[in-house]
DNA sequence: TTAACATTCAAACGTTCGTTTGAATCTGGA
DNA sequence: TCCAGATTCAAACGAACGTTTGAATGTTAA
């Protein structure tokens, strides 16, 4: 037996994993046969149910393989982040940047299919089946809290419902601009070139959600004396 | 034959519309099947090929009817902003809420389902297949181009590139937030309450959004040196 | 070599899908 | 009243779906 014949464990598993990733995010879940898939894994048609159980449970097996790592990341860069300030107060646009500079930097990496997942995975937070939803609601509630303290410790003064919707704002832009990288060319009216170069996309990004973060109080007395 | 018995035309292609409608947001374009959306319009099976031709006939003509008339709305209000200032230049705000409260009126509006259709619209702009994405930027292209020459005209200092992308951070915002309107709960950690009061989430989000559109411009040469 | 286990395979299962068909029914003007 | 066109209806079509099955093959350790 040859040292090139060592088969590493769960080959078919990953094959179909990454097929799974790439066909998810070209046609959506539904439209996304397991004879197609598993043909593009090079997979017999019965290896999903054999590895995963069912199909449901290959979807949750995709988001699990990246959500898990990418989301421990940001809690690990916004304690590197807090450890290195001291007890000095971190700067909001460097808390938006840790979390941000995650899903970009996975873009920037292009020999794993991080892309892809973050395509898939910024279209899936409004898929129309609520379990896959809170499913990724559930991925996320770690990262999700921890930035939330972190925001309220940088930013003392703002209202706590005030700072929910800006967190959701600022979560929703970066989900659409990361799951629609072809609706730019709507506004643009023309074909991008290379506007997902990742580095100068984080940069307006991040300045974008700063401020947008950081906008003065709406008299909310206004609205409700309107209404 | 009594004034009640007066049929008016195309009965039954609204119910129908209506009910895709509906459906379309609960359960997505593949996972409504003709069965069950004839069912709740109280057709036939055949009558939705009869009176649209097929299945994404009928997706078009959901979007048709409430995008157009959405749309030539948003113009008509931008032109009525532009004559009432005469010839000086709308304030960056003025035409954010021209485009936000379109979307957030038909919100309110509970007699017609426009809730429905608001909600379906804003995870469409990500809809895996293609030729829905680029029917949907089509409905919307006439009126992103009168926008964006409002905006160009209301920051003349701003780079063309810039604004592009920042309109498309705005317009990603306001779809992420229609579309996912149980998210917020992702952050906020609980159930919300009236959390959708259309006209405080219009303040809070224009204020948002018109932060985010004026954020002072990153320098985009230490981007390039970096890089 | 053998036995136990893990994986792959071709074939079939029952169900559901969008669409089509041709007859039945309704509607409005001659 | 009658007829042409519009609409509705029950029934069926072939295709594609996710899943299951049981045999075949590959792998590992005694």
């Not at 080959?11 to 066909?23: C, G, M, N, S, Y």
């Not at 020999?111 to 990724?136: A, E, V, W």
């Not at 770690?142 to 940088?154: D, L, N, Q, V």
């Not at 643009?188 to 506007?195: F, H, L, Q, S, T």
Request: proline share 4%; charged share 25%.
């Amino acid at each position: 037996m040859s040292l090139r014949s060592i088969k590493p464990p769960h080959e078919t598993r990953t094959r179909i994993l990454d097929a799974a990733e790439e066909l998810f995010m070209q046609h959506g879940f539904e439209s996304t046969s397991m004879r197609l898939l598993t043909a593009k894994a090079g997979a017999n048609l019965a290896a999903v149910n054999y590895h995963f159980g069912s199909k449901d449970a290959l979807i949750e097996a995709v988001f699990r393989r990246r959500l898990d790592p990418m989301n421990a990341g940001r809690i690990a860069e916004l304690d590197r982040l807090e450890k290195e300030a001291g007890g000095r107060a971190l700067a909001p646009e460097a808390i938006i940047r840790a979390f941000v500079g995650a899903s970009l930097r996975m873009i920037e990496d292009s020999k794993c299919g991080g892309r892809n997942f973050i395509r898939l995975l910024g279209r899936t937070y409004t898929d129309p089946q609520k379990h896959i939803r809170s499913l990724i609601g559930q991925l996320y509630a770690p990262a999700m809290a921890r930035f939330k303290t972190a925001f309220e410790r940088a930013l003392p003064q703002m209202p706590g419902d005030e700072l929910v919707w800006r967190m959701h704002f600022m979560f929703g832009t970066l989900a659409y601009t990361l799951a629609a990288t072809d609706t730019v060319q709507l506004i643009a009216g023309c074909k991008p070139e290379d506007r997902y170069d990742a580095r100068l996309l984080e940069a307006r990004l991040t300045a974008f959600l700063a401020a947008g973060l950081l906008a003065p109080l709406h008299d909310s007395a206004d609205v409700k004396k309107a209404a």
